[in-house]
């Protein structure tokens, strides 16, 4: 039963526009969500984060927005840019500081 | 380089061996997460440690998987009698503490049991 989950396995944007990555989670017990972004053959970076108790998060190009009722969250990079092509993972947590990994978005920014 | 490193990065074990897989934590963390990538999937939890203590080991396999944080040194995920299905990407991620919910990530080891 995967508790976070990123429907789109891949997503391809045009240089400059928009990315909106989504994720929805099934776990109403998790208060603490991340996005982490995965080059090939490198670990995954943390990128950004939200508290429950926030409904936005932003930093630079990068914004996450949390719907707690709709159990959902995006990411949403802009511009897009060339280095922002990589897979980008949604994570949750609950108090136990465990966290649970969707199965990623891989990104293409197109020229 | 203060990040979290692992090594080797590539591990290449014949089925029935044994697999070592070491972690160092960032400069200054004490606990310590194992995950396992599988081809097309995403990152699963196996292991959460803080020094000397297994706090959930509620991802691993029972048999044949274990994990140690020790007083000192590196943390080990430690794999017996590898089998095919072994084989994927096994990172490890450091944190500064309880409600510290940011993992930093170390490259990983790529294990190929043959």
């Known amino acids: 039963d995967q508790q976070v989950k990123q429907n789109s396995p891949s997503l391809s944007v045009q240089e400059g526009r928009i990315s909106i990555l989504n994720c929805d989670y099934t776990n109403s017990m998790f208060d603490y969500f991340l996005w982490y972004k995965k080059y090939p053959a490198e670990g995954p970076t943390f990128l950004i984060s939200i508290s429950s108790i926030k409904d936005k998060n932003e930093d630079g190009r990068f914004t996450v927005f949390l719907n707690k009722s709709a159990k959902h969250l995006s990411l949403h990079i802009v511009p897009s840019q060339p280095g922002d092509s990589a897979v980008y993972f949604c994570a949750a947590s609950a108090t136990d500081d465990k966290i649970i990994f969707g199965k990623g978005t891989r990104l293409h920014i197109l020229p | 380089n203060a990040g979290v490193m692992q090594n080797p990065r590539h591990l290449v074990r014949r089925r029935g061996q044994e697999a070592r897989l070491r972690c160092s934590p960032m400069?200054?963390?004490?606990?310590v997460y194992w995950y396992r990538q599988l081809p097309e999937e995403g990152l699963k939890f196996m292991v959460y440690?803080?020094?000397?203590?297994?706090?959930?080991e509620s991802g691993m396999p029972k048999e044949r998987f274990s994990a140690e944080f020790p007083k000192e040194g590196p943390s080990i995920l430690r794999i017996q009698q590898v089998v095919r299905g072994d084989s994927a990407a096994y990172f490890c991620?450091?944190?500064?503490?309880?409600?510290?919910?940011?993992?930093?990530f170390g490259p990983g080891t790529r294990l190929t049991v043959t």
């Open positions: 400069k200054g963390h004490s606990h």
């Open positions: 440690l803080q020094k000397e203590n297994i706090i959930d």
């Open positions: 991620a450091s944190s500064l503490g309880t409600g510290d919910y940011e993992q930093y």
